[in-house]
Nanobody
């Protein structure tokens, strides 16, 4: 069983919106934080948002503040990333990842090595 499965990516024009989903299974969802990362060709993986599933605390990278919104549905174990006002530079594969709250360190929030589980990614392409 794959612990995290992303969906919702696609091709969209600049200024458009998408809602990405991350369906979690096989682990104690409430005891984890879920992060969204993205990786463009030739670039390092970049953290964009994170939510602590237990209490809903949210975090955003400066590059997406005001445009992206993360939310969590604890009943369905699904984390959403609403991406608005998309720009061509948002083009990337978007991944969700989970990290145990027991090892949650805010200063390592965007470090991919801190995360325990990863999804396979969903492609977001923004045309100009």
């Amino acid at each position: 069983e794959v612990p995290l499965v992303e969906s919702g990516g696609g091709l969209v024009q600049a200024g458009g919106s998408l809602r990405l989903s991350c369906a979690a299974s096989g682990f104690s969802f409430e005891n984890y934080a879920t992060g969204w990362f993205r990786q463009a060709p030739g670039k390092e993986r970049e953290g964009v948002s994170c939510i602590t599933n237990r209490d809903g605390s949210t975090y955003y990278a400066d590059s997406v503040k005001g445009r992206f919104t993360i939310s969590s549905d604890n009943a369905t174990h699904t984390v959403y990333l609403q991406v608005n006002s998309l720009k061509p530079e948002d083009t990337a594969v978007y991944f969700c990842a989970a990290k145990s709250l027991g090892l949650f360190r805010l200063w390592r929030l965007w470090d991919p090595d801190e995360y325990d589980f990863w999804g396979q990614g969903t492609q977001v392409t923004v045309s100009s």
